[in-house]
């Protein structure tokens, strides 16, 4: 009975989940409207999200390594399996390296850098000697592409969700949900 699989994700993972998907969501409105300057309230919102949320990936990565493997995904086909473990690899290489490159880009343009993570607990400046613009929008350059192939990936997550529950009769809300 300890090996089998449970039928739900740790209460942990489910609360991180929602938790960085409404932390997405918010960090995506605000780089539409913010504007690239330290006092806009957008800005800070976005830059300080964007901190919370590679320091929360981090810990949820470190959570979903040592906690017990739940769900057991051998009731789909071999190509949904293997699609599956790409897109969880995706999620976690543009979880992590779409914040991080948000923090770096402003390594080389100190004047858009946040000395605070939410005007509240002080952040490491980075203030490079060498920091150049040109760096800066090599860096954006990344850091909008991560972000756009993020999307996708929250589009194919859905998609694959509408699938499994009006083509497959599979519901796998219930196992990244709080409900039972």
């Not at 995706?90 to 858009?112: A, I, S």
């Not at 000697?129 to 760096?135: C, T």
């Amino acid at each position: 009975m300890l090996n089998q699989p449970q039928q739900k994700y740790h209460s942990l993972l489910i609360l991180l989940h929602w938790v960085m998907a409404f932390a997405f969501a918010v960090m995506f409105v605000s780089s539409e409207v913010m504007e690239e300057s330290p006092n806009d309230l957008a800005f800070i919102l976005h830059s300080s999200l964007g901190l919370s949320l590679l320091l929360l990936f981090i810990f949820r990565f470190c959570t979903s390594i040592f906690s017990r493997k739940t769900i057991n995904h051998t009731q789909f086909a071999k190509w949904e399996q293997l699609a599956f473990q790409v897109i969880k690899l995706g999620f976690y290489v543009l979880m992590f390296l779409t914040p991080l490159t948000g923090w770096l880009m402003t390594h080389f343009e100190p004047e858009v850098q946040p000395s605070q993570l939410w005007n509240i607990v002080p952040w490491p400046m980075l203030f490079s000697p060498e920091a150049s613009h040109e760096q800066f929008e090599v860096l954006e350059e990344i850091h909008e592409f991560c972000a756009n192939s993020l999307i996708l990936l929250i589009f194919l997550h859905i998609g694959a969700f509408l699938k499994h529950r009006l083509i497959d009769d599979v519901d796998l809300l219930k196992n990244i949900t709080f409900r039972n």
